[in-house]
């Protein structure tokens, strides 16, 4: 049994099945992952803790684009977190930030709290803040116990010097987990002694059987309608000898 879990990202209930059936140890669960993932909906959360044993961590993010919110958007993402734990989930992924891009902290803490008795993981917004080991002492300070990131570069295999040097700063204060990018060829050089948590999708895509001629409905090239990806059980890329 290996000493680290693996978060495996999942947008449907198909996909929580076949992380779980893979080896996965824990969900983060989410709607929208071709936009860096919205709150999925309370169905989803529902069924997923129905089919699933492993913990689900639900991701509270009210729409695409930056992680600054205005007061009504704060309320929305309190509300979801709360409407998260009666549906069950076993732990809160979030990221708040000012408008100059530094960690909101007061904002974060107030978050935290309302989360408790639950973890909370501040997600990859720390990858955009100006200055990263500044956005981790403010993380710290909001009492999130996890932080996901990919050592603010594209990749967590980019940036595996800058996450390791993060892993260093927390010194056990907070839980560093690296995502973003993560593949079967690349994982090997993310492990790391002090590393306890891996954040990665595993997906395939999986074309529809109904493939009539689409009208431009503004999809992305990589997210069309004739197309949906799920968590590929079968690679487990994810066991390491």
Known sequence: MNSFTIEVVATTVQSCIAAQSGGARRIELCSALATAGVTPSSALIQLAKQYVTIPIYVMIRPR????????????????DI?????????????GVLND???????????????????PVTFHR???ITPDIEDALE?????GCTTVLTSGGKATGPEGIEIISQLVDQADGRIRIMPGGGIRPETFPQMLHPKIFDYHLSGRIPVTSHYQADLFDMNYAETDSAAIKTVVDRAKKYFFVE
């Open 64 to 79: 695409e684009g930056n992680f600054c919110y205005d007061r009504i958007e704060l309320e929305v993402i309190k509300r």
């Open 82 to 94: 709360e409407n998260a734990k009666v549906m069950g989930a076993d732990g809160i992924v979030l």
């Open 100 to 118: 100059d891009g530094t960690v909101n902290v007061k904002g974060t803490k107030k978050l935290v709290e309302l989360s408790l008795p639950l």
């Open 125 to 127: 917004a720390i990858d």
């Open 138 to 142: 403010a993380i710290i300070d909001t």
